[in-house]
């Protein structure tokens, strides 16, 4: 598993759940999968797409909690040398 780094400049954010993440999960709960078990796990059923909605609601539901903060959230422009600062308020 790569770790992020905390200060790097983002324009987006990638989650993706692998094989090895996946038998990782079995083995915490005390099962094995094979290779060739985990693909038929993810493909049954619609299961992977299942879990992305999952993880994207998930990432939506962390980023309105943030934002309901009344914290100043500079946003830099490109060019000019001037930032701004939005502010969310609830």
């Known amino acids: ?18 094989l090895a ?6 083995q915490e709960l005390g099962r094995t999968l094979t290779t060739e078990e985990a693909l ?3 493909n049954q059923n ?5 879990m992305w909605k999952h993880m994207m609601q998930a990432g939506e539901e962390y980023m309105k909690s943030a934002l309901q903060t009344r914290t100043a959230v ?15 308020w609830c």
Do not use: S
């Open 21 to 26: 993440h996946l038998t990782q999960c079995a």
């Open 74 to 88: 500079p946003i830099p422009r490109t060019g000019t040398g001037r930032g701004r600062i939005a502010v969310q």
């Open 40 to 42: 038929d796990f993810l």
């Open 46 to 50: 619609g299961r992977a797409y299942e």
């Open 1 to 18: 598993m790569r770790i992020m780094t905390v200060k790097k400049f983002r324009q987006k954010v990638v989650a993706e759940i692998t």
